[in-house]
């Protein structure tokens, strides 16, 4: 049982933050919340912990979008440039192509 499930607002940002470098790592104009108006939207941001019994996974990788979107989401994760965003690319782009698309995203 947790003791307090709501997280501090004050803590708030630097979570972001953390995030923010964390999956923007990489990216040609990473989002950052000091560069940003956005700063006044953190009061709208709940914070809380939760207890996880169990982990569900589906392996998914955009079945259920078009070709054409699932191009540019390879595109985009192969020019990231690191080994996990390319190695998801490649398991799109081999997905795409057991549906029977094309799988070049240019």
């Known amino acids: 049982m947790l003791r307090s499930p709501l997280i501090c607002p004050c803590y708030i ?4 933050v953390s995030l923010a470098d964390q999956y923007e790592q990489g990216a040609q104009s990473p989002w950052r919340l000091a560069d940003s108006d956005r700063k006044p939207l953190l009061r709208g941001i709940v ?6 019994d169990a982990v569900e996974l589906k392996f998914k990788l955009n ?4 070709a054409e979107n699932v191009k540019g989401a ?3 994760l192969s020019a990231r ?6 190695a998801v690319a490649r398991l799109m782009q081999e997905a795409l192509i057991k549906r029977g698309d094309k799988a070049d995203p240019s």
């Open 13 to 16: 940002g630097a979570i972001v």
């Open 47 to 52: 914070g809380f912990e939760l207890a996880v």
């Open 63 to 66: 079945q259920n979008h078009s």
């Open 74 to 76: 390879i595109a985009g």
């Open 81 to 86: 440039g690191n080994d996990d965003a390319r």
